[in-house]
């Protein structure tokens, strides 16, 4: 009994503690979502050159990222401390896209980006699933 009172302390612990460091990270990339609010500012309103598409773009992808991990922190903390899965596969989904439009040279990695794409989705279909779904 007292080994499990002891246990059950200590996991309470951890989980605040992780829970502090958790809301630093939201908050760093908050200020990291505002920054690149900021420059794609820039990019749309001052750069006027051929780049500054291609610019745009990317940073709009990267701004997604951001977006979506503070959504799943937000989920997080608004589902009883427990990170869906769905969440982590959009994450990837959007890193791949992002990954396609910086390095497109060789047609043979961008094939295996849009398969692994492919995979991510068939792997969102899976998991939103009746038999899957825990919300």
Wanted: hydrophobic share 55%.
């Amino acid at each position: 009994m007292a080994g499990s009172k002891r246990a059950m302390m200590i996991s309470v612990i951890m989980q605040r503690i992780m829970n502090v460091f958790l809301l630093g990270l939201a908050a760093i990339l908050t200020l990291f979502l505002g920054r690149e609010t900021y420059h794609l500012a820039l990019v749309l309103f001052v750069n006027n050159d051929e780049s500054s598409s291609y610019l745009l773009i990317e940073g709009i992808v990267i701004y997604f990222l951001y977006f979506e991990f503070i959504a799943l922190i937000v989920k997080y903390f608004s589902s009883g401390y427990h990170f869906p899965l769905r969440y982590f596969i959009y994450i990837g989904i959007t890193a791949i896209i992002r990954l396609i439009i910086v390095d497109h040279k060789s047609p043979y990695d961008t094939l295996v980006y849009a398969c692994a794409i492919l995979v991510l989705v068939v792997t969102l279909f899976l998991a939103n699933s009746e038999r899957l779904r825990r919300e």
